[in-house]
């Protein structure tokens, strides 16, 4: 059975690939409309639009306050999509997220009461503040597509994309996402601080009344839909790598494990994800194909969260990112 026909057996709709030189100009529809709510932000915006089109999951790294919550709001606005925000707290249950059934008293019979999992983008908030029995019922939905409840499996819908924040500074009460876990996100995404005038902004913003708890009233329009959507992901998984392009992929990821600042280097699940998301840089470029600067676009935070670093080397201030940055300046181009 084709890929097309698994999709079709299992209820979800196959849209046919737009040109690629719609994918550019849709992306920039969408994150023109999201700035409209959102003062600043370009890169984390567009590593999220990347993720969407790539059909991948993003984890979001900052303190609290910085439009975190308002750009996945924001963007479900703009794609016309639901959106659910769960609370991830030590006492959450999986129950709390999947749904669970319920006895019908008048039926004499048990329903099934769905969680905020089935929905179109849900954002999980300080995912490391739940535990690991927890986590585990939001892992099966990111890698398998579907819940299991009672034993039965139910499938998410088709946009399904997981939008989940840490904050990097706060760590009582945590439990930190191990790296089975950290590995189904296809892109970690810093949240910095706005610059004086990005944070001016916004103040000027709120002056002339923007109110963040109501979007529906700030002027966002739907610029996509879900077939639409559909379709500009088939666009990205139409972007042709050169062999000499995979080749680049896997000794960029390889790369990773042969360093010796690190304890733990990414694995092939990482190829396959540095593979997607510079596809759907690509696309995003307004070309059909790829090129190393798609891959070193995205090196950084696809690979970011997949390596784990000698202590020593934390002690000495190393980050993760700038191992990343060594490996991808190291690593022999393709002519």
């Given at each position: ?31 023109a ?10 890169a ?6 990347v ?9 979001l ?23 659910k925000?769960?609370?991830f ?18 039926a ?26 927890t ?54 995404l ?7 005038e ?7 913003a ?5 109110d963040a ?31 000499a ?6 000794r960029?990821?390889a790369g ?17 994800c540095?593979l ?22 995205v ?27 060594a ?9």
């Amino acid at each position: 059975m084709t890929a097309p026909e698994a999709a079709a057996a299992d209820g979800v709709s196959q849209a046919p690939p737009v040109p690629v030189g719609q994918v550019r100009e849709a992306a920039a529809r969408v994150l023109a409309e999201v700035s409209r709510a959102v003062v600043g932000q370009a890169a984390t915006l567009e590593g999220m639009m990347v993720a969407l089109l790539a059909e991948g999951h993003v984890l979001l790294e900052g303190v609290p306050g910085t439009a975190k919550t308002l750009m996945v709001k924001a963007l479900a606005l703009t794609l016309g999509v639901e959106c659910k925000r769960v609370q991830f707290t030590p006492d959450l249950m999986p129950s709390d997220i999947v749904g669970t059934n319920v006895f019908d008293m008048q039926a004499n019979s048990f329903r099934l009461r769905r969680g905020p999992i089935f929905t179109d983008l849900l954002l999980a908030d300080e995912v490391n503040r739940a535990p690991a029995k927890t986590q585990s019922a939001l892992l099966e939905a990111m890698e398998e597509r579907q819940c299991t409840i009672d034993g039965v499996g139910y499938p998410v819908p088709e946009v399904f994309t997981v939008f989940a924040t840490q904050n990097p500074i706060e760590f009582e009460g945590t439990y930190p996402l191990p790296e089975a876990q950290l590995d189904r996100f296809l892109l970690k995404l810093r949240v910095d601080y706005p610059s004086p005038e990005e944070e001016e902004g916004i103040l000027a913003a709120y002056d002339r009344g923007f109110d963040a708890h109501r979007l529906d009233r700030s002027g966002i329009r739907r610029v996509l839909g879900r077939e639409e959507l559909s379709g500009l992901r088939a666009a990205v998984r139409s972007v042709h790598a050169e062999g000499a392009l995979l080749g680049y992929v896997r000794r960029v990821v390889a790369g990773t494990r042969e360093s010796p600042d690190v304890v733990l280097g990414a694995g092939p699940r990482a190829s396959v994800c540095l593979l997607l998301a510079a596809k759907a840089a690509a696309a995003m470029a307004g070309r059909d194909f790829l090129t190393p600067d798609d891959v070193k676009r995205v090196g950084t935070a696809v690979l970011r969260h997949r390596v784990l670093l000698q202590p020593e080397m934390e002690l000495e201030g190393t980050t993760s990112d700038d191992v990343v940055q060594a490996v991808l300046d190291r690593t022999e181009v393709p002519r």
